[in-house]
């Protein structure tokens, strides 16, 4: 596939009406893509997120993975180098070819598959001990029936005891209290301000500033965390833990990130109790 390189943004005359699922591809034109590391800032996010996923993974025996959000491919890289089988799948061809040169840069060839979640299964073969959907990336759904057919693609990515990682912004304080990002989690770059521009229950427009002037958009669905859970249980996962921040226990106070682990196995399986 042939990347635009000077195509822009496009939000056309109303950007609050834009609430579609394959919009994505479109959002993540070449100028934003190559900004991103900007906005993630690699060094100060492997900081404030530790070793939560890597400590996670090791401890529930996980080898084999599945990066379905590779984005610039930050996960990716990291889990390679802690020494897992990592698959690199992202729907955006503009974001695999990011990731495929930052892994170049760190030493690693990136195993990348082009593969919507849609329809994930058509495009990903075998079976992995993890999926992995971070850095806010299942909020791109717009229709309820393509967040239940991505988790059940996930699912069907599995292991009999598989498990998927999926995070999200903390869409609840967003919508009930305003947003107040400590600005610590993910989006730690400094040269760039991240804020929503507009809110509602259907949609969260944020804005991405950059320090040289360049501004971009992400639409996105502001899933509440009930209804993520909800879903995730509905499409067969049998438990459903839920971080705050990257903390163990459910105690944080306005985290600005919520992370889900979701277990494939049932909780009275030999071995579950264990790995929980
Ligand atoms: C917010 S970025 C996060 C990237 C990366 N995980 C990170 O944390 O930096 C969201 C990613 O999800 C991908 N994405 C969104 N919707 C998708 C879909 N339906 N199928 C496959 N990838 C999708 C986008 O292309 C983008 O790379």
Redesign the pocket.
Known sequence: MALEKHKEQDYGENPTQVRQ?DK??EE?VHSFVDK?DDL?DWDGRAKSEGSFFIDELKRRGKKKIL??????G??SVRLLNEGFEVIS????PE?LAKAFANGRRHGHVLRTVQ????WLNRDVHGKYDAVI?????FT??FEER?RRK?LAEFYACLRHDGILILDQRNYDMILDEGFKSKHTY?YCGDNVEAKPEFVDEGLARFQYKFSDGGTFH?NMFPLRQAYTERLMKEVGFQQVHKFADFKETYRQEDPDFIVFIAEKRYPDTPGAKEEA
């Open positions: 699922t994505y591809k993540y991103w993630i990066d379905v959000a590779t984005g610039t930050f996960h799948a992202d729907g955006s974001m593969a919507d979640w849609r959907c971070l850095g806010n990336s791109h759904l393509d991505a993910y992400l």
